[in-house]
């Protein structure tokens, strides 16, 4: 197991803040290792080759097309440091009147393609991805994340790290375009985070938002106070209601039991 890493956490993107919800939630199943990370205050990022979505972070992306300005710098740059004849000779093969010729598109377009590949093979085998939503009375969520209503699902505060780096997860069933030359320039995260938060919009109602590490396989530990509360699923039995109980008590997290709601279909928290 691998320790808490706060500088491989991927930041947010560059664009226009996002507001957060002032509370995230984690769905977790009644596993051995769910109450191990539990004692312990940590979150553990997984590898997306083990979630349920087949897209997941190997979205199916457009990359934009370079412009021919683009294309004339690289053209520059690859001739940095050739004899000024020879680098000549090469201009006048490769930009014919100043313009990008059509073998120089095709080799950038193809270079751009095989490094978007190698990009999202990394993203799938060795980033990590810790998930949260936004929404705690999900019955889909509890079903499929909590084991059937038999785990517990965990409250966090959002002013605390690692929720200073949350992304909000987009849905759209539209192919989402990237800038291909943030990809080979190396200023690639707001394009990572593209094929790591963008997911069909079957999924949205998920309400998800994820943080996203560097490397897979990795635990990160929070500050207890960042742990407000912990639902246990109305299916939880005796041994999972101790076993959290113990673990939290002393702790400011309140435990809660979810109820179902006997006027309305919705699932209520109860405080124990």
Request: glycine letters at 6%.
């Amino acid at each position: 197991m691998k320790s808490n890493q706060q500088q491989g956490l991927l930041p947010t993107t560059k664009g226009a803040p996002v507001t957060k919800p002032a509370r995230l939630y984690k769905y977790v199943p009644p596993t051995e290792w769910a109450f191990k990370n539990l004692v312990r205050n940590q979150l553990w990022f997984s590898s997306p080759q083990g979630f349920n979505d087949p897209y997941d972070c190997q979205v199916p992306l457009e990359l934009s097309k370079p412009a021919d300005a683009e294309l004339v710098a690289i053209v520059h740059g690859s001739l940095s440091g050739v004899p000024a004849q020879v680098a000549q000779e090469k201009l006048a093969r490769l930009l014919p009147g100043g313009s990008p010729s059509s073998l120089v598109r095709e080799q950038v377009e193809s270079a751009y393609a095989k490094l978007f590949e190698e990009q999202r093979s990394t993203n799938l085998t060795k980033r990590g991805v810790c998930c949260f939503s936004e929404q705690l009375d999900s019955f889909p969520m509890w079903g499929h994340y909590s084991d059937s209503h038999q785990g517990f699902c965990l409250e966090f505060d959002t002013t605390f790290d690692p929720f200073q780096k949350v992304h909000a997860v987009s849905y759209t069933d539209a192919r989402p375009v990237v800038n291909a030359s943030s990809l080979i320039l190396g200023d690639d995260s707001d394009a990572l985070i593209t094929m790591v938060a963008t997911k069909a919009a079957c999924w949205a109602y998920e309400k998800e938002w994820r943080v996203i590490h560097m490397e897979a396989d990795t635990a990160y530990g929070y500050e207890p106070a960042a742990l407000t509360a912990v639902y246990l699923g109305m299916q939880a039995n005796d041994d999972t209601r101790f076993k959290v109980s113990t673990i939290v008590k002393g702790t400011a997290a309140k435990v809660y039991q979810m109820e179902r709601d006997e006027t309305a279909f919705r699932l209520v928290p109860k405080l124990l």
